[in-house]
């Protein structure tokens, strides 16, 4: 009887080559199957914005909170950010000292006028996005126990220009001051008069000038502290007329922008013109002084002329 074929018999693979039985040996078991790699994107995590805010003049990135509690200045390179009208008066006068003046008075569209937007409908934009009723916040304070009457504005609001109200306001607060003896304080910022209120935004100017002739007058301290961007007719009026005008670190200070000035003259104009710094070298402006140390240098002016 032939023998059984021998289990070390050579056999022909599918492929062609010769293949040996313990070539068995060698296959690759089940629990040894590439394993399947499954996506990690379901596992990615995004960054919640709103957290983080990129410094304009370094590139630093700063928390948000730790620019609120450096009063909204680069710790990096002392940048100084836009700050609100609330967090400027916190940021000023002493805690629970502040009454606010004419809070209500909102402006109206004495023109009718009519463009891409109605000024309506921008005033009720501007309202309902900053929460303001109009581009200063007017009242009385104290600054390390001196009372002051007090005006800032905010840029947020439609450029902090100057319309009606804005004017009226201001106004108001002088002569509240002139008659309660106190000094007037008025923190500057803007783009210049509204424009959606013509010749009523630039007779703003003349009002408040008369106002501050009256304090003068009556011998009481104004100062002023122009911050970015101080300009046109508000730098032309009121900002201009302290009797000590303080001014933060690089702030924009000016009447016209460079651009005009520049096409209109035909000079090539320095590299620091229309800076807070560039004023101080020329005499326009008394100190620069840092959002930090604001309050305290205030407090020593105010002590110094001798203010209640």
């Not at 909102?106 to 463009?115: E, I, N, R």
């Not at 240098?297 to 105010?302: C, M, S």
Request: proline letters at 6%.
């Amino acid at each position: 009887m032939p023998a059984p074929p021998s289990s070390s018999r050579t056999e022909l693979a599918p492929s062609g080559l010769l293949r040996s039985p313990a070539d068995n040996f060698f296959e690759p078991m089940a629990i040894f199957k590439k394993p399947i790699l499954r996506s990690l994107t379901s596992k990615t995590r995004e960054m919640p914005t709103g957290l983080w805010t990129k410094c304009p003049s370094c590139s630093e990135v700063i928390h948000n909170f730790a620019l609120e509690e450096n009063f909204q200045v680069c710790p990096k390179c002392d940048h100084h950010f836009n700050l609100g009208s609330r967090e400027r008066i916190t940021s000023l006068v002493d805690p629970d000292s502040f009454e606010e003046h004419d809070a209500s008075m909102s402006s109206v569209d004495p023109l009718g006028f009519k463009g891409v937007t109605t000024y309506a409908d921008r005033l009720r934009s501007y309202k309902q996005k900053t929460g303001l009723v109009d581009a200063v916040t007017t009242g009385s304070a104290k600054i390390n126990g001196h009372s002051v009457g007090l005006g800032v504005m905010d840029f947020n609001f439609l450029a902090a220009t100057m319309g009606s109200v804005v004017g009226e306001k201001i106004t108001r607060i002088i002569e509240f001051s002139t008659k309660q003896k106190m000094p007037v304080i008025l923190v500057c910022a803007s783009g210049g008069a509204r424009m959606y209120e013509g010749m009523l935004s630039l007779m703003q100017m003349a009002k408040t000038s008369g106002a501050l002739a009256l304090h003068a007058q009556a011998r009481l301290p104004y100062i002023t502290i122009l911050t970015n961007p101080t300009t046109a007719g508000v730098m032309a009026s009121y900002a201009s007329l302290g009797d000590i005008i303080i001014a933060e670190p690089k702030a924009m200070i000016g009447f016209a922008g460079p651009r005009v000035i520049r096409e209109t003259t035909h000079q090539t104009l320095p590299a620091d013109f229309q800076t807070a710094e560039f004023l101080e070298k020329h005499g326009l402006v008394d100190l620069i002084v840092e959002r930090s140390k604001m309050r305290s240098t205030l407090g020593d002016i105010l002590g110094y002329l001798g203010s209640k």
